[in-house]
């Protein structure tokens, strides 16, 4: 669990813009599990671009008040319209934030304010759903066994085996999710029946998807337990599915 916790630890200006003020373009705002396009509620969030903050700063314990996210990290604020974002992260390079849960998908002007100095105002959309599984290397997605040990080329998953695999921008869930909050318990994909798994262009059996949903304790961080097919590919490509929206191409899990 270490290494996927640190895989999370990852245009019209405003008056009062300077050389100093915070830069970024609509190319440099990207899904956080894939840094490609894809943007969605309760998805996390990479910002890059320059001056973003004086200082870098991660999410610690002691920032979340009563299990809730903080909006605001090194005095570095970014918002959707009048909605701020949850902060797991910001440098002068980079912010990593959760987009509110309960915005509806649509366009929204978002900015990063930095001690009071506004970046420019970037229009956004959100989709209702972003599929994106996070990276241990580029390509490569993020699972575990069950004994949350990493699934790599030296540990490799087999067929019939149960994993599972961490991904963001899987949509609303039941019970729903609260703005910024760490999920506490398991919440199940709304639309279950619209989810889908393709393991090298073929449809997972959908009974062999035990669970999708929120993943306890992590804000923006869904997970998908597996159990793979009988008849494995090695290092087969996997996509994520949910009402015909897919997870970027190309993405491998390590298997033999």
Do not use: C, K
């Amino acid at each position: 669990m270490r290494l996927l916790i640190a895989v999370l630890a990852l245009a019209t200006g405003l008056s009062g813009q300077d050389a100093n003020s915070p830069s970024y373009t609509a190319t440099g705002i990207v899904n956080g599990a894939s840094f490609a396009p894809g943007l969605a509620p309760n998805t996390i969030v990479s910002l890059f671009g320059t001056n973003l903050a004086w200082d870098t700063r991660t999410l610690e314990a002691g920032d979340l008040a009563g299990g809730v996210m903080p909006t605001s990290l090194a005095n570095v604020e970014v918002y959707f319209d009048s909605w701020p974002a949850y902060l797991y992260y910001v440098s002068p390079q980079q912010i990593n934030f959760l987009v509110p849960s309960s915005l509806l998908p649509g366009t929204f002007q978002l900015w990063v304010n930095r001690q009071g100095i506004h970046g420019p105002v970037i229009n956004v959309t959100l989709q209702s759903a972003a599929p994106a599984m996070f990276q241990v290397f580029a390509g490569v997605v993020v699972a575990t066994h069950s004994d949350w040990s990493v699934v790599t080329n030296d540990h490799p998953a087999v067929a019939g085996e149960i994993v599972t695999l961490w991904a963001t921008g899987l949509g609303n869930t039941n019970p729903p999710l609260e703005d910024g909050v760490l999920p506490s318990a398991v919440q199940w994909l709304v639309e279950m029946n619209q989810f889908a798994v393709e393991i090298n262009g073929a449809a997972v059996d959908p009974s062999a998807i035990l669970f999708a949903g929120a993943a306890p304790g992590y804000a923006g961080l869904y997970q998908v337990n597996l159990r793979l097919p009988d008849s494995l590919p090695a290092n087969p490509e996997i996509r994520l599915g949910l009402n015909g929206t897919w997870s970027p191409a190309g993405m491998v899990l390590p298997a033999q």
